[in-house]
Structure formats: C-alpha cells, structure tokens
C-alpha cells in the first residue's frame, strides 16, 4: 500500500478577489502535493473557502445580497483562480456545506458538555476586519495588532473555550516537538509572544450578528468563526464526534498544514487545544510560509499595491507566474513580486536556460538524424560529470523538498540545466556534424542532451506541470525512469518555443501605470 500524504491550505475568507500573495500559498501546497504524488504517495491535498462572519454579513448588506448569494459568489472566484494555477486539489471545502455545519454543531456540543466550553460575558476590543477580540496592551499604536485598523469596545453575551487549561500541554509539546512549527522563528514567537505570557480563554460564539452556524442548544448564538474554519480540516475528511470514517482513520493527523504566517497563532494554539478537547492528535507538521510582497511592501488594496493571479497569467502563462512564485520566495523570508523581475526571471531562466537548451536540442536531432536517436557505444570526456548530475537529482531534489525548501529544490533542477547548456558549448555538436566518422560521437551528444532534459522535465512537473508535459510530447517519449538510462530510443517530435522573450520596456510602456 502506498504511504498516505494528507495536506491543506488555509481556507481562504470570501470577503473579496484573492490577489497573487493569496494564491502563493495554493501554489506552494499544490506544488508539494504533486511532489509526493511523484514520489509514489498517496496523498489527499484539501483547499476551500472560510464563508461566516460579521465581515461577510456587512458586505452583503453593502452589495444588496444575502450573505449565502455573496460567498457563493466569492467561492466561485477563488475556485476559478485556484483552477485557473492549476491546483490538484482533491478537495474544495466551503464552511457553508450543511455536512460541515452539522458536525461543527455536534463538535460545540460535545465541547460544551465536557466542560470545554463555558457561557459567560466578553467585554474587549473588537476588530471587525479580523473578526479577533483584543486587550489594551495587545493594541499597536491604539490600533488592531494584525491588520493596524481601528478597534471599538465591544461587550456580548458568549461561549467560552477554556484554552488556558491548555497551555502546561501546549508548552510542553513544543518543547517536545521542535518540528511541530516551522519556520523556526514563528515557534518561537508563538512561545514567547502568546503561550507563555498566559492563554486567556477564547471567545466561540457570538450574538451580535447572524451570519454563522447556529448554536444548536441556545439559537441566540452563532459559532465564532475561528472554531468552525479550523474544523474544516476534520469535518471533511469524514470526522464526526461519535462516528469516524474510514476516510477520516486513514488521513488523521494531517502531515502539513500550510498556512500564512499572519494565522500562525491561530494554527499553532487555538487549533491544537481543539484537537486536544475532541481527544484527536495534532498534525504533524504546521508551515508558516512568508508573504509575497509587492515592490517590498505589503499588499493592500487601500494602498493600490495589488496584483491579480489572473492578470499575471493572462500576460504571462501559468508556468512562468508557478516558477516564480515557487523559485523566488525563500523558506523563511519574505518574497518581492514586481513586473520587472517577472520579466527578467522569464526572459533569463525559463526562455534562456530551459527553452532554449530543449529548442536547440531537439532541433539538431532533428537535423542530423531525422529525429531517430538512440544512445551509442562512443563517450566524451564531458559524459560522465553531466550523467553523475543527472543521477544526483533525485537525492539533492528529494532533500530539499523534505525541508520544504522549494526554492532550493527548484535551484538543483536548474543546476542540471545549465550544465547541460555548458555540454553542448563543450561537445561542440555543430562541429562534429560536419565530420561523417563522428557521427556516433554526434548522436551520443545529443542522445545525453536528449536524457538530461527528459529527467530534468520529470523532475519540473511539480512546479511547472504544462511545461513538463510539452518537452515530454516533444520529446515523444513516455519514460519515466529518474535517472540517466542508455536504453532509450527518441523518435522526436517537432520543436516549439516553451517561453518566448519579452520586450521587457515595451511591455511596461504597454502595460504598468
């Protein structure tokens, strides 16, 4: 039986358009998921939208819509961009789906009548944009620590989880469990910032607004949006509190859960006393990923600093915004879009290094030996460093996706390119062809060329799948063996240009105010 691999996004609030710092984290998971599928595991990749909340109701009421007919129309868009990058998904979750709501229902019963959770008052400082409840020393500058907007004094009647009961476990499991948060840095700051300061107990429920799940035992409450978004990750994979499915047994715990790193806290403190309470285990492993920021800045719609996935990819194609998102954000530091470096990554590793490596190579196969290429008993001096990398790929790309370095990963496909680049200016194939006793010399040339592009493109599937899959069909050949193989036969087909240059000032003139 295959190893289970089960991985989920955050779901994503349907508040309005996600813009491209949204999606990278769609086209990260995705890209890990299509890894692990590579590898031979059986995986499960779950993404969706998160579709209550006082923030929902008020722009419903300012659209002239009912909350349901604004979140349907909003999950609709973000499914069309996720589609659109071409997410893998096995799952689209939407916190509206009545299975969903049931067993949040049943799960706010279950916690309530263990003692879990408790009825009480909440007076605080309330920000409507992030839906979170703060004290005065928690506010930076008088103002929302999360999003800096303004706060108002808020009292209701409410449901409490009783979190502080578990903040001796919770120390003590990251203490336990260093692998448990990563980065590193957003362990830490959990630990330090929130958990040893001392957890209050959490707000979960709410009077002062309809849009949520209904409290099944006392309608004037709705569940609090934190609890019933972060159930989603059980509740639809077949989890409820007295009956667990075989779906849920096999997949529970989760082995990544990817998340912004501004929903940290509620991840990696919230979401496991929860599971504590339901007597579930924790996830394996949470990843905080950093943002993507445009010209160094955050994005925001206020500041007019947003850039749109499908605009990108309408200019772009898919591919080359997939490359850029998943090569230019490092592992714990924030990214930088702009359409400049867009450009210049396009036009220098993915039209330069990559598609006119493939282009040049299938070309001269082509032209020297009509396409039928087969790998010979003749060798150069430069065969075995090029096969010796090629054979390496699978160790160094599997190490850094394990790390979930994938930028690095991304790095190490490319180092074989370029290598590859540098074998044709050594081999001098153009040289050879004008010599009729170097033919073989010739064909072993391109044959090697021809096998480091085939593995490299297995290799690249991941991160650029419509691009892996044009070489393949290019290259007419269906093998997927992850190394160097002399048993080979390519049959070529015609070339095409994976990535074209872009006139990069003329493409600004056109294109950015």
């Known amino acids: 039986m295959k190893e289970k691999f089960y991985i989920t996004t955050a779901i994503a609030y349907t508040s309005g358009k996600p813009h491209i710092g949204n999606t990278y984290e769609i086209v990260l998971s995705d890209a890990i998921a299509r890894y692990k599928r590579f ?262 719609k206020s500041k007019g600093n947003v850039i749109y996935a499908d605009e990108l990819v309408e200019a772009f194609g898919v591919d080359a915004v997939r490359y850029y998102l998943l090569h230019e954000i490092p592992f714990a530091s924030d990214g930088n879009i702009t359409y400049e470096l867009l450009i210049d990554h396009i036009n220098g590793e993915l039209a330069n290094v990559l598609g006119n490596l493939v282009q040049r190579s299938i070309s001269m196969g082509n032209k020297y030996f009509d396409g039928n290429i087969k790998a010979t008993d003749i060798t150069t001096n430069f065969d075995k460093e090029l096969e010796e990398k090629i054979n390496a790929l699978d160790k160094v790309v599997d190490e850094k996706m394990d790390k979930l370095q994938i930028s690095d990963a991304i790095t190490e496909i490319f180092n074989v390119l370029r290598l590859t680049n540098k074998y044709i200016d050594e081999t001098t194939p153009w040289v050879l062809a004008k010599d009729e006793s170097k033919k073989d010399e010739l064909q072993n040339v391109i044959y090697h060329l021809l096998e480091s592009i085939r593995v490299c493109a297995l290799y690249l599937e991941p991160f650029m799948p419509n691009t892996s899959e044009e070489i393949r069909r290019q290259l007419n050949n269906d093998d997927n063996t992850t190394s160097y193989s002399k048993e080979n036969h390519y049959l070529l087909g015609q070339p095409s240009p994976l990535f074209q240059r872009i006139d990069k000032e003329k493409f600004l003139k056109e294109n950015v105010k």
């Not at 005065?136 to 800096?148: F, I, R, Y």
């Not at 108002?152 to 203490?175: G, V």
């Not at 949520?212 to 509740?235: C, E, M, R």
């Open 39 to 300: 590898k031979g595991f059986d995986v499960y990749f779950q993404t969706g939208t998160d579709e209550h909340g006082e923030k929902i109701e008020v722009k419903a009421k300012e659209a002239g819509v009912t909350p349901q007919e604004f979140v349907d129309e909003k999950a609709s868009e973000v499914k069309r961009i996720w589609d659109l990058m071409g997410a893998s998904y096995d799952k689209f979750v939407r916190t509206t789906d009545p299975e969903h709501e049931k067993v949040v229902q049943h799960i706010f019963k279950k916690m309530y009548e263990q003692g879990d959770i408790y009825k009480g008052e909440y007076k605080g400082l309330y920000c409507t944009p992030c839906e979170s409840f703060w004290t005065e020393s928690q506010l930076v500058d008088g103002k929302c620590p999360d999003c800096g907007r303004e706060v108002k004094e808020a009292s209701e009647e409410a449901y409490f989880f009783r979190l502080s009961k578990y903040q001796k476990k919770l120390e003590e499991y990251f203490k336990e469990h260093p692998e448990f948060i990563e980065p590193e840095a957003r362990k830490n700051e959990m630990l330090n910032n929130f958990i040893k300061p001392g957890l209050q107990d959490l707000c979960v429920s709410r009077t002062s607004f309809d849009w949520g799940i209904p409290v099944d035992f006392d309608s004037k409450h709705v569940v609090y949006v934190w609890l019933d978004a972060l159930t989603n990750y059980i509740t639809n994979i077949g989890y409820d509190v007295d009956n667990q499915t075989e779906q849920f047994k096999k997949l529970w715990p989760a082995d990544l859960q990817i998340i912004g790193k501004d929903i940290v806290r509620f991840h990696s403190i919230y979401w496991p006393c929860f599971l504590w309470s339901l007597g579930l285990p924790l996830p394996k492993k949470i990843f905080g990923h950093p943002w993507l920021l445009m010209n160094n800045d955050k994005m925001s």
